[in-house]
């Protein structure tokens, strides 16, 4: 049979998980009366929440179209820049790619990425053009600028001769000619199969079995499942295997238990086993894991795996040591922490896990806040309770023993009348902006180059600034000199002084002070903070103070208190909005905020910033 394997790769948000749900539908995966979801390939329950893709996921599709009939398998990539670990693992099983660009934004920081990764690898890219239906946009525009996208990035002159088709994958339609409209994505498929090569390993079907793990999960029943392209030979069940790490060292041995192949959206066991081109799942191994080589016996040589680049945030993960610890969660020891930071820093290269140097906390470097804080919150619904660190920048030493820091490419879409504001706020966090231009629909682009300690904290601003109505997209570049210092946040916090529940005659008279985050009648402690204080320094104050009940009656004595609705704040904006001295406590019912040390006396006192 033909086979295809291509990935879809763009910038969040630009339609891709909407796309491939149209292709499984009009290629016949589903029965006439089967319940499908919206975004079937977003399984995971954050992804489904957010409406992002974070985990790459493989699917498979057979297309009866003008070259016969064709297994195509997709793999649907994340488009945010903190999961673009994932893309990079992936490119290296597929030979070809669709990049999806929205007809009205544009190219984006994450299209410049991926396709930076994947001209390196030598793929010829099929430019989708999506969302062309939409009331601004601009297909030409687009098509020129990622023409332009190619050049600057040093696409070769048969890279460079790229197709391209016009597509809205929310209504499931793609034509290569506007002016000739069609109803469904049977030219999209013929495109893949004509432009996409068959995959060259299919020559090594009669070489000793290899395959290179892309991709690993769990699985009740059947263990350890890594899955990757077979790079030569068969897997049979049954088969006697190895695992090889990069440098060739043996890992352990073991059988093939079960051969998966994508089908639709299940996986389904091959039983004659599959042959090299195809991607596959395989269980059977206990040890092996992303970037070893799984080989017969009398192999010697590992695959080459792809480098993946470095992370560039970090913040350190401890026990929840407050003394409201252990009341919600039931994980909360070091040991078990340690082991769930170590499982995941294994099945997701881009994350990296080190211990501190007291060994009772750990430090966690990953692509940006996103990333880190959808691991905290996969740990905080496992039961876990735990401690985290404001997010700090990974700096490197260059040549001459310089400090360097890593520098993003930042692309903001605002309102006219915000750009002003935007350009003053990230102007005083050392970004030097790179070129301005309206993008249509009386918006703002603003390009920028930016340091990644800049950025951390900024996003909760940049919203109010904007009021809601800007788009913020970065993506990591490379390291600079260092830039110096930044002024961090400029307001104060409000931190409670006394153990107990909060009371709303109290909360009423602080209302003055600043911003509350805490409702009447929640748990408190010492060192807690419970708002933001309208002032530059911290205030210690008690919230807990109920009204002294007196039996003298007076008019206006016992007016009703109304409170303000306190200010929530997701992890992701809690972990940004603290300070150095402060942390975030999580756990599986709560998200609080606190100083690293509670006792006031043992505190030191905020200086003025500047």
């Known amino acids: 049979m033909n086979l295809r394997n291509v990935a879809i790769i763009a910038h969040v948000d630009h339609g891709k998980t909407t796309l491939v749900d149209q292709l499984l539908a009009q290629s016949g995966v589903f029965r006439a009366n089967e319940a499908t979801t919206e975004r079937a390939m977003d399984s995971n329950d954050q992804e489904k929440e957010r409406g992002i893709t974070i985990l790459a996921k493989c699917t498979s599709v057979l297309w009866n179209g003008k070259a016969g009939e064709t297994r195509i398998n997709i793999i649907d990539t994340p488009g945010h820049a903190d999961f673009g670990g994932e893309v990079e693992r992936i490119l290296g099983m597929v030979d070809g790619c669709v990049i999806l660009v929205d007809a009205e934004e544009g190219v984006m920081p994450q299209t410049k990425f ?189 695959l080459d795996a792809q480098p993946i680049d470095p992370p560039t945030i970090s913040m350190t993960v401890s026990v929840n040591d407050s003394p409201l610890a252990g009341r919600e969660g039931d994980k909360v020891q070091s040991r078990v922490i340690r082991d769930r930071l170590l499982k995941e820093a294994e099945a997701n290269v881009a994350i990296r896990v080190t211990t501190t140097e007291g060994g009772d906390a750990y430090e966690v470097a990953g692509r940006g806040e996103l990333q880190l804080g959808v691991l905290i919150e996969n740990m905080r619904r496992e039961g876990f309770e735990v401690s985290i660190s404001r997010p700090r920048v990974v700096y490197q030493t260059g040549e001459n023993g310089e400090k360097m820091e890593p520098i993003e490419d930042v692309m903001v879409d605002v309102d006219d009348e915000f750009s002003g504001i935007v350009i003053e706020k990230l102007s005083a966090r050392k970004a030097e902006m790179t070129d301005m231009g309206p993008s249509g629909a009386g918006k703002t682009r603003i390009q920028l180059k930016c340091p990644s300690r800049s950025l951390i904290g900024y996003q909760g601003e940049f919203l109010t600034d904007t009021r809601g109505s800007g788009v913020l997209n970065r993506v990591f570049s490379h390291y600079e000199a260092f830039k110096g210092d930044i002024a961090g946040r400029l307001k104060g916090v409000l931190i409670s002084n006394s153990d107990g529940e909060t009371a709303a005659f109290a909360l009423w008279n602080l209302e003055d002070r600043g911003v509350m985050f805490v409702g009447a009648g929640e748990k408190t402690y010492e060192g807690m903070i419970i708002g933001e204080n309208a002032r530059w320094d911290d205030l210690d104050v008690n919230p807990i103070k109920g009204k002294q009940l007196t039996n003298v009656r007076a008019a206006g004595k016992d007016e009703a208190v109304r409170l303000t609705p306190p200010r929530q704040m997701s992890l992701e904006q809690a972990i940004a909005y603290i300070s150095d001295d402060e942390l975030v406590e999580v756990t599986p019912k709560s998200i609080r905020l606190r100083k690293q040390i509670l006792n006031p006396s043992f505190r030191k006192k905020r200086t003025r910033p500047d």
């Not at 034509?175 to 013929?190: E, G, R, V």
């Not at 006697?240 to 990069?246: H, N, P, Q």
């Open 114 to 302: 991926v396709l930076t990764k994947a001209l390196k690898m030598g793929l010829r890219p099929i430019l989708c053009i999506n969302k062309v239906d939409r009331a601004h946009a601009d297909p030409d525009r687009v098509h020129n600028e990622t023409f332009d996208l190619f050049a600057a990035i040093g696409a070769t002159d048969e890279q460079l001769d790229f197709p391209h088709i016009y597509a809205s994958g929310r209504n499931g339609w793609a034509t290569m000619d506007l002016n000739q409209p069609n109803d469904n994505l049977a030219p999209l498929f013929d495109l893949i199969v004509d432009h996409v090569p068959p995959p060259k390993v299919q020559e090594n079907k009669d070489k000793p079995f290899r395959i290179l793990n892309v991709l690993i999960e769990s699985d009740p029943f059947l263990g350890r499942i890594l899955t990757g392209r077979i790079e030569s030979g068969k897997a049979v069940p049954g088969m006697a295997i190895k695992a090889l790490d990069r440098d060739g060292k043996e890992i352990e041995r073991g059988r093939i238990t079960k051969v998966l192949a994508f089908r639709g959206l299940k996986r389904q066991p091959l039983d004659e086993g599959s042959e090299a081109g195809d991607i596959v799942a395989i269980a059977g191994m206990s040890k092996a894991t992303v970037a070893d080589t799984l080989c017969a016996l009398e192999v010697s040589e590992p």
